[in-house]
């Protein structure tokens, strides 16, 4: 059992009704679900207490505690200023710069259970890398075809910047990415559960191409596993990364897995559901864009 400090209670209490409306208990996306293992074991273990009728267009759920949860809600709040507080560099890659820091190193520790795969020192403090390797339907590494986060922390031990490699952009464009972000600061913050989501009414609509099939596959190659779900294809993507450690008790934090979901028949994703470091996130494209057909919007 966790004791957190009075100090601490009173602070995050403090937090929450001054500047989170919307707070409270209530049903959401849980982060406690297993995630897939490698080959064989059943697709229903990658969605397993997922219900896309039930989804917020984009969510992202957190499980933590203690200084951790707090420092998240400090992020949320930024995020309402998010050009006070944050830039954004698009090349082919996708980099976020904290301008006003406040997610501490340990924070990371608490929230992904692994270790970095790579640690070195910077001039100006210090650079992590995860790097997930993806896995193909007979769970043997694919070498070349990795998903990389590269996390820049100050002489402060602040997060100060965070890179998302091409092959997850890949599956989640610079334009989605970056309205996802933004949306969180009007997203509704469940304390009993301690997670975020965001309304559908909520999201911002956004002039971009989604992904597809042909693009994925060019980047990842064949995916894992394919299946079908509520009439749609599945496409099961699973991804391990090595790490110095893992507790027992967190072995499944080594894997990750995005699965994209499409039409029958069609090559457009138009959903997609990933794990990696601890953090979920679930999207439907369709929501995001700005008209979808002529005279028709979304």
Not at 152 to 165: C, G, R
Not at 169 to 184: C, D, H, N, T, Y
Request: with cysteine; net charge positive.
């Amino acid at each position: 059992m966790t004791t957190v400090p009075i100090g601490f209670k009173n602070r995050l209490a403090a937090l929450i009704r001054g500047r989170f409306p919307g707070t409270g208990g209530g049903r959401g996306i849980s982060a406690a679900n297993p995630l897939p293992t490698a080959a064989g074991q059943p697709a229903a273990s990658a969605r397993r207490g997922l219900n896309w009728r039930m989804l917020p267009l984009f969510a992202l759920a957190l499980t933590l505690a203690g200084c951790v949860w707090l420092h998240v809600l400090e992020l949320k709040n930024q995020i309402t200023e998010f050009d006070t507080n944050f830039s954004v560099k698009v090349t082919d890659h996708f980099t976020v710069y904290f301008l006003n820091p406040v997610l501490h190193a340990d924070d990371y520790f608490t929230l992904a259970k692994v270790e970095p795969t790579k640690k070195a020192t910077t001039p100006e403090g210090s650079r992590w890398t995860q790097v997930f390797t993806k896995l193909d339907a007979a769970g043997k590494a694919e070498t070349k075809k990795t998903v990389v986060f590269t996390f820049d922390f100050n002489k402060e031990d602040l997060l100060a910047k965070w890179d998302f490699s091409p092959a997850f952009l890949v599956f989640m464009p610079p334009k989605f990415l970056e309205a996802a972000i933004r949306s969180l600061g009007k997203s509704k913050v469940n304390t009993d559960e301690r997670h975020v989501q965001v309304a559908p009414e909520d999201l911002p609509k956004v002039r971009a191409e989604q992904p597809t099939r042909e693009k994925i596959y060019a980047t990842l190659g064949q995916p894992s596993e394919i299946t079908q779900e509520d009439g749609m294809t599945m496409e099961v993507y699973r991804f391990r990364t090595e790490t110095t450690y893992v507790k027992e008790e967190y072995q499944t934090r080594h894997q990750a897995y995005a699965n994209m979901y499409y039409e029958p028949g069609g090559d457009i994703v138009e959903k997609v559901n990933a794990r990696f470091l601890g953090l979920k996130f679930a999207v439907d494209f369709r929501n995001f864009i700005e008209l979808r057909a002529a005279g028709k919007s979304n």
